[in-house]
């Protein structure tokens, strides 16, 4: 299938610090691509430098065969952009919103006002659409964003962690609507740190990581890369010596890999049912309070713990 993006060793620097390093991946026409990593591993600056907002310190990117180096303009005419950051005027409507970014778009007349009542239609919002954007909750705040960057119909669409902060309600709606517009054909660079969205949305995913993309395919080609592995979370108080547990967990031969984060604790084994008492009992021994267990198939939270050796909340 012909490529919309190619990646070419994307990489940018500033002064000591690299935040994204020789990036290279593809996404095919029609595709929703995840990049999947925790806050700071170089999301962002990959959206930006892919949208020509921000000039990369090395390698190349084609979108739609322009580069966004030399070919600026023609890439922003295929693309369409949804900031992490609210990207709204509160004190406007939401209508006002968006006949404003139909505007950038170079939309004007008829055409702009229709395509202004498609897309409140789209996302829910066509009663709300002459209340100023104040006075909406964050989540219909996130649906107005989604649509500013829709307007012009774009046949590459950047979405930035797009449901960090809403509610389940809103975080459910959006998800359905970027499956929705990738049945009408919308290609989707999709960016978070929440493994179920990569998960339920991807037909690849990226794992990016400190700048780097560290593994990269279909959810059944990566988990396949920690084999029959079983992830363990427990729950324990928030009292517990957290360092102490982890160092008698690494010693339980049947745990291949440990984190935690706060009071909870992530551990990758090979034999979920057999490690479990083991566990239990290595835990209690050193003195923790378990408050809930839970055992989980292979899953892309399972390949990051294996890669990376910390659980991807870390």
């Known amino acids: 299938m012909t490529a919309i993006l190619e990646s070419r060793a ?22 929703i691509f995840s990049l999947l990593g925790p806050n700071g591993a170089g999301k962002t600056t990959t959206i930006a430098m892919l949208s020509t907002l921000l000039i990369p310190s ?81 989540g219909m705040k996130r ?3 989604i649509a500013a960057g829709l307007l012009h119909h774009p046949r590459l669409l950047f979405m930035d962690e797009p449901t960090v902060g809403i509610d389940p309600q809103s975080r459910r709606a959006i998800l359905d609507l970027v499956k929705e517009l990738n049945r009408e054909g919308t290609s989707i660079l999709y960016t978070t740190h929440y493994m179920e969205e ?11 990581d400190h700048g780097k993309l560290i593994a990269l395919g279909t959810q059944a080609e990566l988990t396949r890369q920690v084999g029959e592995n079983s992830t363990l979370t427990l729950t324990v108080d928030e009292q517990d010596p957290m360092p102490a547990l982890l160092e ?9 890999q ?15 049912e057999a490690a479990l008492a083991a566990v239990v009992t290595t835990l209690s021994n050193a003195g923790a309070h378990i408050r809930s267990v839970e055992v989980h198939e292979p899953n892309l939270e399972t390949v990051f713990l294996h890669l990376t050796g910390r659980a991807l909340r870390d």
Do not use: C
């Open 10 to 31: 994307l990489t940018k620097r500033y002064k000591d610090i690299t935040a994204v390093e020789d990036l290279s991946f593809s996404i095919a026409s029609g595709e």
């Open 58 to 138: 090395s390698g190349d990117a084609l979108i739609g065969g322009h580069s966004i180096l030399t070919e600026a303009m023609a890439v922003r005419r295929l693309i369409g952009i949804v900031p992490q950051d609210i990207a709204l005027y509160p004190e406007l409507s939401a209508q006002e919103n968006l006949l404003f970014w139909g505007q950038m778009y170079d939309l004007e007349g008829q055409q702009l006002q229709e395509r202004v009542a498609q897309t409140l239609a789209r996302i829910g919002l066509t009663e709300r659409a002459k209340d100023r954007i104040s006075t909406f909750s964050g």
């Open 143 to 145: 649906r107005v964003n």
């Open 198 to 208: 990569a998960q339920e949305l991807s037909h690849r995913v990226g794992i990016i």
């Open 248 to 256: 008698a967990l690494r010693a339980v031969p049947e745990i291949s």
């Open 258 to 272: 440990a984190s935690a984060q706060a009071n909870l604790l992530t551990l990758i084994t090979p034999r979920a």
